[in-house]
């Protein structure tokens, strides 16, 4: 009881910023854990087309592999539906919801977490306009990913590890506090009201430019994923867009996280920090896919398929 009591207090003094980037490094080794050894990458990080063998080489049977070998086999089988993905824009959506309403009235659920904040997180703070705009660009977010799953949608029976089901539907929930949460000194000294949502303030370079730029990876990445939607199953892309980039839906996603992270910088800061973990868990976690796509094109359509194309970030990987 002693070292549950000591767990708990513990919890409970813990600093909720700090709390939030750690669970994002967490999440971003925990996939690179996974990753890198070759027994586990192949058994837990594949997932939809890129767990279709492309070879003719046969599974090892099961009488011949080691213990430890069907011990990870039998953990690689706890698998979801790759279709529980539209889960987690549609808890994106309601959490985005749920916290604008907390923000708006100070609830209970926001004063527990501002009242485990330190000191010195609050000393620099995003402003009313800053909280607001982040808040509804995720928002507009969850909702085209929303879209997407259910309009570009076709059957299928591949699924995922629930490991990554786990840290996904944990990455929604942490993300949709992270884009307010370096705010909490000016909620806590400014009543928040709708008129805030009106966006008649006149706009800083950084919106001005990190705004547009959130919109245009957006609408780049729901170009791709309608165009993927658009190829005949496992074909090989030949759009333009990519030409260069063997995924580049992935590079929209990082800009769009980028984006934020610069947005929502609170005041004498050059980028929001939870944020800036934020979407360092989304760069591992979609570069690890994205090596995974690069190999399985490479495999099903030869070396010519990849040759000169950067795996998701231009000049960088």
Same mark, same amino acid.
């Given at each position: ?66 213990? #430890?070998?069907?011990?990870?086999? *039998?953990?690689?089988?706890?698998? @979801? ?6 889960? /987690? !824009? =549609? %808890? ?58 259910? #309009?570009?949608?076709?059957?299928? *029976?591949?699924?995922?590890?629930? @490991? ?6 944990? /990455? !929604? =929930? %942490? ?143």
């Amino acid at each position: 009881m002693d070292i549950i009591d000591k767990a708990l207090g513990l919890a409970s003094q813990l600093d909720a910023i700090d709390a939030l980037r750690g669970f994002f490094i967490f999440a971003a080794s925990t996939t690179l854990s996974i990753s890198l050894p070759t027994s586990f990458r192949s058994r837990f990080v594949t997932y939809g087309p890129r767990a279709t063998p492309t070879s003719e080489a046969k599974p090892q049977p099961s009488q011949t592999k080691s213990i #430890a070998a069907r011990a990870l086999d *039998s953990l690689a089988s706890l698998r @979801v539906p790759h279709s529980y993905f539209t889960q /987690f !824009y =549609v %808890a994106s959506i309601i959490y985005s919801l749920f916290w604008g309403i907390q923000l708006l009235s100070r609830g209970s659920a926001f004063q527990a977490i501002a009242t485990r904040i330190s000191p010195e997180h609050l000393q620099k703070t995003m402003s009313v306009n800053q909280v607001m705009v982040t808040w509804v660009l995720m928002l507009i977010q969850g909702s085209r990913r929303l879209y997407e799953c259910l #309009a570009f949608s076709k059957p299928s *029976s591949s699924n995922m590890w629930f @490991v990554h089901w786990m840290l996904g539907a944990g /990455f !929604y =929930v %942490a993300v949709n506090v992270a884009v307010w949460i370096e705010g909490t000194e000016t909620i806590l000294n400014h009543k928040l009201t709708l008129d805030d949502m009106r966006m008649t303030i006149s706009p800083t370079l950084r919106t001005f430019i990190w705004v547009p730029i959130f919109l245009l990876a957006s609408g780049l990445q729901h170009d791709c994923h309608h165009y993927l939607f658009s190829l005949e199953k496992y074909t090989l892309p030949t759009h333009p867009i990519f030409a260069r980039i063997i995924c580049p839906h992935y590079t929209a996603e990082c800009a769009i996280y980028l984006s934020l992270a610069l947005i929502a910088a609170p005041k004498g800061e050059m980028v929001n920090k939870t944020l800036l973990s934020c979407l360092g868990f989304v760069v591992v976690n979609l570069g690890v896919t994205a090596a995974t796509s690069r190999q399985w094109y490479r495999e099903k359509f030869g070396e010519e398929a990849v040759r000169g194309k950067w795996n998701m970030i231009p000049w960088v990987y």
